[in-house]
């Protein structure tokens, strides 16, 4: 379910490191899962997403990586710049419902 | 193309006044609707979603209510604030299948403040 009591976890990080995002769903029947980003005051924004049939799909400095048997999903990002820094939330859908359950979130904080 | 407006941007308003928040959808034809709610350095609460015209499905009992007058018009109101409705309010659109147009597409919020 959606953890929206809890203060967000933090990842600090220097310009140009690798950024590794994790999140963990619940429900094993979920077949597709997206990443948001979110910069502050802003709505989320879509950033990639994944099919249960995959587990690594790749776009531009991002990569998720899905295991469905510990029902963990991540999120890395090549080469961390300033703009980077964002609130990211991962979103899991059943086929047939019409809602996204989302993560906690995790905020990403990018240091020149 | 999509789009989503969704305003007011800011709005404060004293505990016990009434509240009307508008996101309207253009470009596509029976989207689904959502309001979420995120309390600062919070994640995303779902209120409310709607599948078409005059569907409200509610997520959460509170001191709001939503309504769907046209297929693409989704209100969120409240008859008397509280100071604990204090937030940054979402509306979001999705295609029918979620997934078939990656998703929610999420508007520019409203940050709610109740004094």
């Known amino acids: 379910g959606e953890s929206v009591g809890l203060h967000l976890p933090t990842l600090s990080v220097q310009e140009g490191d690798n950024s590794i995002i994790n999140c963990a769903y619940s429900?094993?029947?979920?077949?597709?899962f997206i990443w948001y980003k979110q910069e502050s005051g802003k709505g989320p924004q879509f950033i990639i997403d994944?099919?249960?049939?995959?587990d690594k799909r790749q776009g531009q400095r991002v990569t998720v990586l899905l295991n469905k048997t510990v029902k963990h999903l991540s999120l890395q990002i090549a080469a961390t710049q300033p703009g980077d820094s964002a609130v990211y939330f991962c979103?899991?859908?059943?086929?047939?419902?019409?809602?996204?359950?989302f993560g906690k979130g995790t905020m990403l904080l990018v240091s020149p | 193309s999509q789009t989503i407006h969704q305003w007011p941007a800011t709005l404060v308003q004293p505990v016990g006044s009434p509240l009307s928040l508008e996101c309207t959808v253009e470009?596509?034809?029976?989207?689904?609707l959502y309001w979420y709610r995120q309390a600062a350095g919070r994640g995303l609460q779902l209120l409310f979603y709607?599948?078409?015209?005059?569907?409200i499905s509610s997520e959460v009992p509170q001191n709001l209510s939503a309504s769907r007058p046209q297929d693409r018009q989704f209100i969120l109101s409240s008859k008397k604030l509280l100071l604990s409705d204090s937030g940054f309010y979402l509306c979001?659109?999705?295609?029918?299948?979620?997934?078939?147009?990656?998703?929610?597409?999420f508007g520019s919020g409203t940050r709610l403040t109740v004094v």
């Open positions: 979001a659109w999705s295609r029918i299948e979620v997934r078939a147009g990656l998703g929610y597409t």
């Open positions: 429900n094993s029947a979920s077949d597709y």
């Open positions: 994944i099919r249960s049939n995959m």
């Open positions: 979103a899991e859908n059943t086929m047939g419902y019409s809602t996204l359950t």
């Open positions: 470009g596509t034809s029976n989207p689904n």
């Open positions: 709607s599948v078409g015209i005059g569907q």
